[in-house]
């Protein structure tokens, strides 16, 4: 079945440094990859996504680019703030499998940025 | 315009007892989906509703099960609640269904089964 793996957390970071998190896919089909950003207390937010190949989504000054062929759509970011702190979740949905608007979550990562 | 709204925020309930959980989509919305976050399991998709009818549903016991009604809210009940039922539950809404309606998040209820 599809799954989604991101790089064991947490990550901390200090304020303007360069930010990756890793994540790789397997699934059944041809997927579109998404990352989400849950704050405290809040429900998830879509950050960005992309539906094929090559795509490359951003917002807010996070970039992930769809590599079909290490299966990778790793988040970065050139310089983070203390508002970025965060879980951030690695997510794909495969239209193929069946499914229509499932989403399959990797486990998540907190991201901590110090002043 | 108002976001996704799940009701209530907090719930605490005992072992044997049943739940049901609120869900108002985005105005608009007619898909509907429900997801369920534990520390140990991460984020699990239960199950998915549009225009009434569950088009999807995940690897959960027959207990969970759901419902939309024609003005597109939701409800999930859990019977026989677990021990390990405790959990955050998430509802999403989008629009219609597939890969180019992005799903709008609520901030869930905290379910804790004492």
């Known amino acids: 079945g599809d799954s989604v793996t991101q790089m064991e957390g947490p990550v901390t970071l200090s304020e303007e440094a360069f930010l990756t998190i890793n994540c790789t896919y397997t699934a059944t089909g041809y997927p579109s990859l998404f990352w989400y950003v849950q704050y405290p207390g809040e429900g998830l937010q879509l950050l960005l996504k992309?539906?094929?190949?090559?795509d490359k989504g951003s917002n807010k000054g996070f970039e992930a680019t769809y590599r079909k062929e290490t299966t990778s759509f790793h988040l970065e970011k050139g310089s983070v703030q203390v508002s970025d702190s965060a879980v951030y979740f690695c997510a794909l949905s495969d239209l193929e499998s069946g499914a229509n608007s499932k989403l399959t979550f990797g486990k998540g990562i907190t991201l901590s940025v110090r002043p | 315009k108002a976001g996704v709204t799940q009701t209530p925020r907090y719930l605490i309930k005992t072992r044997g007892q049943q739940v049901t959980l609120s869900c108002s989509p985005i105005?608009?919305?007619?898909?509907v989906s429900w997801y369920q976050q534990t520390p140990g399991q991460g984020l699990q998709f239960l199950f998915e509703?549009?225009?009434?009818?569950?088009?999807n549903k995940g690897n959960f016991p027959g207990r969970f099960s759901g419902r939309q009604f024609s003005n597109s809210r939701s409800e999930m009940n859990v019977s026989t609640l677990e021990l390990g039922d405790s959990a955050l539950y998430l509802c999403?809404?989008?629009f219609g269904l597939g890969l180019k309606n992005i799903q709008y998040f609520g901030a869930g209820t905290r379910l804790s089964v004492l």
């Open positions: 509703y549009f225009s009434e009818t569950q088009r």
């Open positions: 992309a539906t094929k190949a090559d």
């Open positions: 999403a809404s989008s």
């Open positions: 105005s608009g919305h007619r898909s």
